[in-house]
């Protein structure tokens, strides 16, 4: 015999299977979970980083050359923590050739509504590489940017 609860409790499980199926359908897909790329998607990719949106002295330059270089299914992107100064994000390449990379990093929070000013944020990279294109997009707190580079 089933039963059918009712109330609060129904729509907190409700809530809750739908975040699993949710989260479910992310991996299946792709990116955290899914399987690592071997050598398939190896090379030296070069192309423009552009500015999406964020301003120009926070986020670097609207638009400069980028090169990566894919090795092992894994690749550093040149993330800016304050202009020029950059340090390598790794970036996990899988066999699907969705890319994906996360770092928490500190910053400071700029508003009168803070006492405390430090902070930390995630920067997150996620796009895909098909064929010889790689395409991704880097998002923080702060900034967007986003990388068309081509495996020469």
Known sequence: M???ATGAGTRCLSLLA???VALAGGCAAGGPGAPAAGTQFDGTYAGQDSLVSGAAYQCGAPGYP???AV???RFDYPYVVNWPRTVPMAVQVF???TVHGQMQYGTEDYGPWRRDKFMTAWVT???RIVDTTLEATMTDLRCVRHLIARRG
């Open 71 to 73: 090795r092992g299914g």
């Open 2 to 4: 089933i039963t059918r």
């Open 18 to 20: 739908g975040f699993a």
């Open 95 to 97: 066999a699907d050739g």
């Open 125 to 127: 990279v996620t796009g």
């Open 66 to 68: 980028e090169t990566i």
